[in-house]
């Protein structure tokens, strides 16, 4: 197989939106907080439930907790988006989740303070469900924003012929060909079920917004349900069944392709639509065969699905056709 020498672009915006703006963010909520600590009780309220306040603390604890994640976490983006980013869908994923925790644990800190503001005891503060579910509004939308302004990858054609191993299909080459393969999840609305059945417990013995937090996190579980991968003169493509994101490759900028076996959680920690620490992206949807694409500045793509020999070979002959 072909392996070239990675290549990360756009590392300044990366940057910018997993480092910068997240700690701007962060910095925005702990100095509007801080401005109210005379305004605050003695301990403040750190968990509610069904009946109001359940749990009071230390807000330096707070303060100090929701800073270390967000600052901790945004690291972690910004070296997996800047060392490992070789794929716009690794820097986009990396930028939008780091946009998104910034704003979301900000959110929370303002909106948690906010509610105990000339409280004598933290025990009288009223719900702040409201105030969760506008900042889950704006912290979903912002991540999108985030991950949307992230450039494309640039467009890198190949100048090497495939590998003279590489296998391919005995066609003319005036045939045009494509093919198109779904691939479904068996087990996907069991977990889906699993979740939801969880949330609704979660929303009724706690707080209503608790459980719609946890729902909230099913949207992305049905990228799971099934996947469609089409090879054609336009190159690879593989999206689940959401049209964004999706994976696409094209012709020119393919070195090699190959039939591998993928364990999702192991290599990807996960299933759907994945980034690995490696920069590897993939959409991987169970355990077993998959088309495993090398293409220029490092990247490596690798798309689960049915029948991966004949989707390889084909790639890989229409790729051969583009040198």
């Given at each position: 197989?072909?392996?070239?020498?990675?290549?990360?672009?756009?590392?300044?915006i990366?940057?910018?939106?997993?480092?910068?703006?997240?700690?701007?963010?962060?910095?925005?909520?702990l100095?509007?907080?801080?401005?109210?600590?005379d305004?605050?009780?003695?301990?403040?309220?750190?968990?509610?439930?069904?009946?109001?306040?359940?749990?009071?603390?230390?807000?330096?604890g707070?303060?100090?907790?929701f800073?270390?994640?967000v600052?901790?976490?945004?690291?972690?983006?910004?070296?997996?988006?800047t060392?490992?980013?070789?794929?716009?869908?690794?820097?986009?994923?990396?930028?939008g989740?780091?946009?998104?925790?910034?704003?979301?644990?900000?959110?929370?800190?303002?909106?948690?303070?906010?509610?105990?503001?000339?409280?004598?005891?933290?025990r009288?503060?009223?719900?702040?469900g409201?105030?969760v579910?506008?900042?889950l509004?704006?912290?979903?939308?912002?991540?999108?924003?985030?991950?949307?302004?992230?450039p494309?990858?640039?467009?890198?054609?190949?100048?090497?012929?495939?590998?003279?191993t590489?296998?391919?299909l005995?066609?003319?080459v005036?045939t045009?060909?494509?093919?198109?393969?779904?691939?479904?999840?068996?087990?996907?609305?069991?977990?889906i079920?699993?979740?939801?059945?969880?949330?609704?417990?979660?929303?009724?013995?706690t707080?209503w917004?608790?459980?719609l937090?946890?729902g909230?996190?099913?949207?992305?579980?049905l990228m799971?349900l099934?996947?469609?991968?089409?090879?054609d003169?336009?190159?690879?493509?593989?999206?689940?069944?959401?049209?964004?994101?999706?994976?696409?490759?094209?012709l020119?900028?393919?070195e090699?392709?190959?039939?591998?076996?993928?364990?999702?959680?192991?290599?990807?920690?996960?299933?759907?639509?994945?980034?690995?620490?490696?920069?590897?992206?993939?959409?991987?949807?169970?355990k077993?065969?998959?088309?495993?694409?090398r293409?220029?500045?490092?990247r490596?793509?690798?798309?689960?699905?049915d029948d991966a020999?004949?989707?390889?070979a084909?790639?890989?002959?229409?790729?051969?056709?583009?040198?």
């Amino acid at each position: 197989m072909t392996t070239t020498t990675r290549n990360v672009p756009h590392r300044g915006i990366t940057a910018l939106l997993t480092l910068v703006v997240p700690l701007l963010v962060l910095a925005a909520a702990l100095v509007l907080v801080l401005s109210w600590r005379d305004e605050l009780p003695a301990e403040v309220a750190t968990h509610w439930s069904n009946d109001g306040v359940d749990q009071v603390g230390s807000a330096a604890g707070m303060l100090v907790t929701f800073s270390t994640i967000v600052v901790l976490f945004s690291l972690a983006m910004w070296a997996l988006g800047t060392f490992a980013g070789q794929a716009a869908m690794t820097r986009r994923f990396v930028a939008g989740i780091a946009v998104w925790l910034a704003i979301f644990l900000g959110g929370i800190l303002v909106v948690t303070f906010d509610a105990q503001r000339g409280l004598t005891d933290a025990r009288d503060a009223t719900g702040i469900g409201g105030g969760v579910v506008v900042t889950l509004a704006v912290a979903f939308a912002a991540g999108i924003a985030a991950a949307s302004v992230v450039p494309r990858d640039p467009h890198r054609p190949a100048h090497s012929a495939l590998p003279a191993t590489t296998t391919t299909l005995p066609l003319d080459v005036d045939t045009r060909a494509t093919w198109v393969r779904t691939t479904r999840q068996g087990h996907a609305w069991l977990i889906i079920a699993a979740i939801a059945v969880a949330a609704v417990g979660l929303g009724i013995a706690t707080d209503w917004w608790i459980g719609l937090i946890l729902g909230v996190g099913l949207t992305p579980l049905l990228m799971l349900l099934s996947a469609t991968v089409v090879i054609d003169a336009r190159g690879l493509m593989a999206r689940t069944a959401f049209p964004w994101p999706r994976i696409t490759v094209p012709l020119d900028e393919i070195e090699d392709v190959d039939v591998v076996r993928v364990d999702p959680m192991g290599e990807f920690g996960g299933w759907g639509i994945r980034t690995a620490l490696d920069g590897s992206i993939g959409m991987v949807l169970r355990k077993g065969e998959a088309i495993e694409v090398r293409a220029t500045g490092g990247r490596r793509i690798v798309v689960t699905v049915d029948d991966a020999a004949t989707g390889a070979a084909l790639l890989a002959t229409l790729a051969g056709r583009e040198r």
